[in-house]
């Protein structure tokens, strides 16, 4: 059988990405399976050793995880374009459907609050269940889960967007002191088929630092601040989905640019949709935009989170084999990683729990949402179209 060609058209990608954009429900892991199945199974894209090293680097940098690899098996198939391409067709369908979800609420407003108390409803019980996912994948011992709760104790003591970078940064420095970081070298990883320019790589690492520096300092009463904390929330996260809801709740909603019910009602609603969880910024972007049409804040919104992971692919896809098995970025990412569940942990109790729990009949329906995810693995979109379908029925208090 002829050898499949090593590159692919802009277009060809964005095609391919955009059925995978379309069909691709289950959140990260999933969409990490669906990649395998379509670029290393069938397609012949990459082999097994390769797909592995670029999953290493993606959870590595902070960002989307399974965005970002898609990206960077664009950026294998057909460069800089060519992962641009499969960035805009693996997130266009969720972004379209998120913006229309911000649409709906302007034409709708007082009369959707009972499909929000519903959102709301199933949003304690996709972050219950993240976080206990999450912590018995990231905390399996003592000295993380320690990590874990002093994490969640000092932002639910001292909330604010700089407790969650400082806490972060605790998390990497304990990590350097634990005693289970992985120290093992990788086996050999193939070199990189592409090779980036040294002053690419030298600007794009530069304007990834000077953008996290400007994020850090705008004031939410800045023209444009909306946008700025979106980029600080996709430079700081670690391990996408659920774990970015913290960060941009401690922004965006503390800095009084979106409401708290409306906030957790579009990420409540970006469960039941394909594509990437980090969609949601389509959303904030057009509901707290000041742009005309608010669409076109919604899609600066969404570059804003997603341009910082890309900026230190592309940056640091040269140097990854050699970055991957030092001890001290292994303890460091182990350590960031566990306080990012305390912080998950945290926006758990306040506000997504005091938010969505209101009387006996909310947490009854929590708790059947929460079971119905954990022990039953039902998917999480049906969980919350579920509970948004209970949530415009009249219920006992």
């Given at each position: 059988?002829?050898?499949?060609?090593?590159?692919?058209?802009?277009?060809?990608i964005f095609l391919i990405y955009l059925r995978l954009g379309c069909l691709s429900f289950g959140g990260p892991v999933a969409h990490m399976a669906y990649f395998q199945e379509e670029f290393v199974r069938h397609r012949g894209w990459l082999n097994d050793a390769r797909y592995a090293e670029l999953i290493g680097l993606c959870q590595f940098v902070p960002g989307p995880s399974s965005s970002q690899l898609g990206f960077a098996i664009g950026w294998h198939r057909g460069g800089l374009t060519g992962?641009?391409?499969?960035?805009?067709?693996?997130?266009?369908?969720?972004?379209?459907?998120?913006?229309?979800?911000?649409?709906?609420?302007?034409?709708?407003?007082?009369?959707?609050?009972?499909?929000?108390?519903?959102?709301?409803?199933?949003?304690?019980?996709?972050?219950?269940?993240?976080?206990?996912?999450?912590?018995?994948?990231?905390?399996?011992?003592?000295?993380?889960?320690?990590?874990?709760?002093?994490?969640?104790?000092?932002?639910l003591n001292f909330p604010s967007g700089m407790t969650q970078i400082a806490v972060i940064l605790m998390g990497a420095f304990l990590g350097q002191y634990l005693q289970k970081a992985t120290h093992e070298k990788p086996p050999n990883p193939p070199k990189h088929s592409r090779s980036t320019p040294r002053a690419i790589i030298v600007i794009v690492l530069a304007l990834y630092a000077v953008l996290l520096v400007v994020s850090l300092l705008v004031e939410a009463a800045t023209p444009g601040a909306l946008y700025a904390m979106h980029y600080r929330a996709g430079a700081l996260v670690f391990g996408g989905g659920h774990v970015v809801l913290p960060l941009l709740n401690e922004s965006v909603v503390a800095g009084g640019l979106i409401s708290e019910s409306n906030f957790l009602a579009g990420y409540s609603a970006a469960q039941a949709l394909p594509g990437p969880l980090f969609a949601l910024s389509a959303f904030l972007g057009t509901v707290g935009s000041e742009t005309s049409p608010a669409a076109i804040g919604g899609l600066l919104a969404l570059i804003a989170i997603f341009l910082p992971g890309m900026l230190l692919l592309i940056g640091l896809l040269p140097f990854w084999a050699r970055i991957r098995p030092t001890p001290w970025a292994q303890a460091s990412l182990t350590g960031a990683n566990a306080a990012v569940v305390g912080l998950l942990l945290a926006t758990l109790i306040d506000p997504v729990w005091t938010h969505g729990i209101q009387n006996s009949s909310h947490l009854g329906i929590a708790l059947i949402a929460f079971f119905a995810l954990y022990k039953f693995k039902v998917p999480a979109w049906a969980v919350v179209l579920g509970c948004a379908a209970l949530g415009v029925l009249p219920l006992p208090s």
């Open positions: 059988m002829a050898e499949p060609p090593s590159h692919s058209s802009p277009l060809e992962a641009c391409a499969a960035w805009l067709g693996f997130t266009l369908p969720s972004a379209l459907l998120m913006c229309g979800l911000a649409y709906g609420l302007f034409a709708l407003s007082g009369s959707i609050t009972p499909l929000t108390d519903g959102l709301l409803i199933a949003a304690v019980a996709v972050v219950a269940n993240a976080t206990i996912g999450l912590g018995i994948k990231l905390c399996p011992d003592l000295p993380r889960l320690a990590i874990a709760l002093l994490a969640a104790a000092c932002m």
